[in-house]
T-cell receptor
Framework: NAGVMQNPRHLVRRRGQEARLRCSPMKGHSHVYWYRQLPEEGLKFMVYLQKENIIDESGMPKERFSAEFPKEGPSILRIQQVVRGDSAAYFC????????????FGPGTRLLVL | SQQGEEDPQALSIQEGENATMNCSYKTSINNLQWYRQNSGRGLVHLILIRSNEREKHSGRLRVTLDTSKKSSSLLITASRAADTASYFCATVNRTGTASKLTFGTGTRLQVTL
């Protein structure tokens, strides 16, 4: 049973470009969470999705950021017109339900904006 | 201070010694979890303690929870060099619809030979 998969592992973008980060949850998991980690800091919640629904996006910046979790395929975190401040590690986690149980984290995507 | 703030920020000990890390939080919680992160890697779940539990053990790990003080501690006994990592506590709030984790800033543990 493969763990949470994220790709790419490293992504370099120039200012103004778009970044697309993918997350495939563990098999059987229908809940996906995205977190952002700035250097030397803890993880900050961004968005929580179930299949085809955004449940909580209270941690997501209002502009340029969007997330989806389609019926088929991975969850996508999309950042438009990236700026240097978007440089961070973005982690995806999945869980089988919403009951506050363990979230399983992927290896993360490290985004560098030049 | 932020929800889930760890103390100390950094800790350096020798192999074989015990390491204790503390975490404080602000809101009412459903549970509290501890995670480990090796440098440049993802997070690994260590242990979950529910709000109605006071102490929990897992191998060399011992976690306590004091809801009256809104604090938790993680004890690693007989530390090894492989325990070198950052350790984060994370809370799941009692209110709200989502089981999102609120992380602290972490304790960076260095275990030397």
């Amino acid at each position: 049973n493969a763990g949470v998969m994220q790709n790419p592992r490293h992504l370099v973008r120039r200012r103004g470009q778009e970044a697309r980060l993918r997350c495939s949850p563990m098999k059987g998991h229908s809940h996906v969470y995205w977190y952002r980690q700035l250097p030397e800091e803890g993880l900050k919640f961004m968005v929580y999705l179930q299949k085809e629904n955004i449940i909580d996006e209270s941690g997501m910046p209002k502009e340029r950021f969007s997330a989806e979790f389609p019926k088929e395929g991975p969850s996508i975190l999309r950042i438009q017109q990236v700026v240097r401040g978007d440089s961070a590690a973005y982690f995806c986690a999945s869980s089988p339900d919403q009951g506050g149980k363990t979230q399983y984290f992927g290896p993360g995507t490290r985004l560098l904006v030049l | 201070s932020q929800q889930g703030e760890e103390d100390p920020q950094a800790l350096s000990i020798q192999e074989g010694e015990n390491a204790t890390m503390n975490c404080s939080y602000k809101t009412s919680i459903n549970n509290l979890q501890w995670y480990r992160q090796n440098s440049g890697r993802g997070l690994v779940h260590l242990i979950l303690i529910r709000s109605n539990e006071r102490e929990k053990h897992s191998g060399r790990l011992r976690v306590t929870l004091d809801t009256s003080k809104k604090s938790s501690s993680l004890l690693i006994t007989a530390s090894r060099a492989a325990d070198t990592a950052s350790y984060f506590c994370a809370t799941v709030n009692r209110t709200g619809t989502a089981s999102k984790l609120t992380f602290g800033t972490g304790t960076r543990l260095q275990v030397t030979l």
